[in-house]
């Protein structure tokens, strides 16, 4: 669909504001990191830090080989504490029962990145704003059709 350059504008600026309402607040790093533009060609684009496409696609999950030997720091606000990343895959024991045997389903992976579900929050604002799309479509075909 072809918009007029207002057109765009609204739309971007409104498609902006779908996502900003939809998009994640336990980044870590706040809100406002997405950011909508309108192309000379009259086209909206989206655009946003790598972090933010693995929360809106998702992530599977995965062994981080590359931490092997580096220090990595944990913790929360306030408290953070340096661990050096070892053995790297292996297998981890985290309960044992009363008699010391290893509990069902207890067995972890060292290291391993949980992944993530995908959010769509991209796809959501976008289609928040459908509406919108088609009426100006619509004017659009109108002031066409007059010409």
Avoid at 55 to 76: C, T
Avoid at 87 to 114: F, T, Y
Avoid at 128 to 144: G, R
Wanted: glycine share 8%.
């Amino acid at each position: 669909m072809q918009f007029t350059a207002q057109q765009c504008a609204m739309l971007a600026e409104h498609i902006q504001e779908s996502i900003r309402i939809l998009e994640p607040v336990d980044t870590g790093f706040g809100r406002d990191h997405t950011f909508v533009d309108v192309a000379e060609d009259g086209s909206v684009h989206v655009d946003m830090p790598q972090y933010m496409h693995f929360q809106n696609d998702g992530i599977h999950p995965f062994i981080m080989w590359s931490l092997e030997g580096k220090r990595v720091p944990m913790g929360g606000p306030g408290s953070v504490r340096i661990r050096i990343a070892s053995r790297v895959g292996a297998r981890q024991i985290s309960r044992r029962d009363e008699s010391g045997r290893i509990s069902k389903g207890n067995r972890s992976i060292r290291w391993r990145h949980p992944g993530m579900e995908p959010k769509h929050f991209v796809e959501d604002g976008i289609a928040a704003n459908q509406k919108m799309m088609v009426a100006f479509a619509l004017q659009n075909e109108v002031t066409n059709a007059r010409r």
